[in-house]
């Protein structure tokens, strides 16, 4: 039954290096969402897409890119990693217009600690 | 001020007690108002949803929403140890352009 899945739980990478977080989902979706979640701070917009080919800065895009090459598939890039990149992030989906009024499918994070 | 701000918490209860999580709101915009329960070490899963003023019931879950004091609210009814982890209320427009989340609440039922 898993619809959103995001390729690793946990991660550990050194400062400078370049990140790449899959996401994939099976609910053939339209939508899909890159957020980090922090204490304190809740989910954080970083990046989202409507379609393939297409990206829109979130929030706190700096730091990181996106990449939709497929319609089930959304990358999220840090071209250099650095500690205050250290977070939980977390990729979403949902269904065309009206479908984000009835919620976000969320897969379960993946924990990025950047050494 | 932030857009939208919940009960930092942690909230700890007893087994069967009545709860109520809190969030307000500035953005008169806001329309949806949804309510989200994260588990440890998974995603956000929707829990409820509910359009413009009023409560909805399902099960031991309500959710009321006050837009004239920009506040909503989740009751959960004879909580179970079942109900711990961290709920996060969120938030749209007419539009869905503007998603926004709570931090969260994180509750804890204990037996």
């Known amino acids: 039954d898993v619809k959103v899945t995001q390729s690793s739980r946990y991660l550990v990478k050194r400062t400078g290096e370049k990140v790449f977080l899959e996401c994939v989902q099976d609910m053939d979706h339209e939508n899909m969402f890159w957020y980090r979640q922090d204490p304190g701070l809740g989910l954080r917009l970083i990046y989202f897409s409507y379609d393939v080919k297409m990206k829109e800065k979130g929030d706190i895009p700096e730091g990181y890119s996106v990449s939709r090459e497929k319609k089930e598939r959304f990358s999220l890039i840090l071209e250099s990693a650095s500690t205050n990149q250290t977070s939980m992030y977390l990729c979403a989906s949902s269904p065309p217009g009206t479908g984000a009024f009835y919620g976000y499918t969320f897969g379960s994070g993946t924990r990025l600690t950047v050494v | 001020q932030k857009e939208v701000e919940q009960d930092p918490g942690p909230l700890s209860v007893p087994e069967g007690a009545i709860v109520s999580l809190n969030c307000t709101y500035s953005n008169s915009a806001f329309q949806y108002f949804m309510w989200y329960r994260q588990y440890s070490r998974k995603g956000p899963e929707l829990l409820m949803y509910?359009?413009?003023?009023g409560n909805k019931e399902d099960g031991r879950f309500t959710a009321q929403v006050d837009k004239s004091s920009k506040y909503i609210s989740l009751f959960i009814r004879d909580s179970q140890p079942s109900d711990s982890a961290t709920y996060l209320c969120?938030?749209?427009?007419?539009?869905?352009?503007?998603?926004?989340f709570g931090p969260g609440t994180r509750l804890s039922v204990l037996p």
């Open positions: 509910t359009y413009s003023s």
């Open positions: 969120a938030m749209s427009d007419n539009y869905g352009q503007n998603f926004v």
